[in-house]
Nanobody, 124 residues
């Protein structure tokens, strides 16, 4: 069974940084497209970023471009989301998800495997 575990969330002031980790067990992350999604209270879950399988192409939703960076460490079987210049509107539960297909931030249904989520709160 594919298992994903997120970590690295927490409380940070506006303008601060956090690095989220998504560790995989029982499968090789490089064989999957890995997406980061987030869900704020009362809002739908939205795609934030994705790194494709094999060639490592990266994708970002417009609101995080230039602030967030997704990367993959194959030796650690872990995908990271470096989040800089955080804003209060980035507050949400962040989830990583795996798909055997290509990256698609608009389609949560393409990702059958999900982690449990990690809370990110940006507040002064």
């Amino acid at each position: 069974q594919v298992q994903l575990v997120e970590s690295g969330g927490g409380l940070v002031q506006p303008g601060g940084s956090l690095r989220l980790s998504c560790a995989a067990s029982r499968f090789t992350l490089d064989d999957y497209a890995i997406g980061w999604f987030r869900q704020a209270p009362g809002k739908e879950r939205e795609g934030v970023s994705c790194i494709s399988r094999n060639d490592g192409s990266t994708y970002y939703t417009d609101s995080v471009k230039g602030r967030f960076t997704i990367s993959r460490d194959n030796a650690k079987n872990t995908v990271y989301l470096q989040m800089n210049s955080l804003k209060p509107e980035d507050t949400a539960v962040y989830y990583c998800a795996a798909s055997s297909l290509y990256c698609n931030l608009a389609s949560r249904g393409r990702y059958p495997y999900w982690g449990q989520g990690t809370q990110v709160t940006v507040s002064s």
